[in-house]
């Protein structure tokens, strides 16, 4: 069984940069399609990168250009970098699978919290 603990957030300023982790545990990590989420208040849960097993990328149009999604499966970790961050990135971002039904996705982690204010 997969776990995902997810890492890196913080307050940052528009146009500040940050870099989230996704550790992984579990051996079937190398061969899923792994995506960030995000979740802002009152908002649904939103796709907003995902990376294949090969390290193919679909971006959201809202962060195209401006996140950039990798993966260590050695290190068994998805990354986010975040770059020219603004207001309307604050959310809760999350790593899960990609791709796959509902019924296949890893239990949620907690989550790690991204602000972006002046």
Do not use: H
């Amino acid at each position: 069984q997969v776990q995902l603990v997810e890492s890196g957030g913080g307050l940052v300023q528009p146009g500040g940069s940050l870099r989230l982790s996704c550790a992984a545990s579990g051996s079937s990590f190398s061969m899923y399609v792994m995506g960030w989420y995000r979740q802002a208040p009152g908002k649904q849960r939103e796709l907003v990168a995902r990376i294949s097993n090969t390290g193919s990328t679909i971006y959201s149009d809202s962060v195209k250009g401006r996140f950039t999604i990798s993966r260590d499966n050695y290190k068994k970790t998805v990354y986010l970098q975040m770059n020219s961050l603004k207001p309307e990135d604050t959310a809760v971002y999350y790593c899960n699978r990609a791709a796959v039904p509902d019924s296949l996705m890893v239990s949620w982690g907690q989550g790690t919290q991204v602000t972006i204010s002046s």
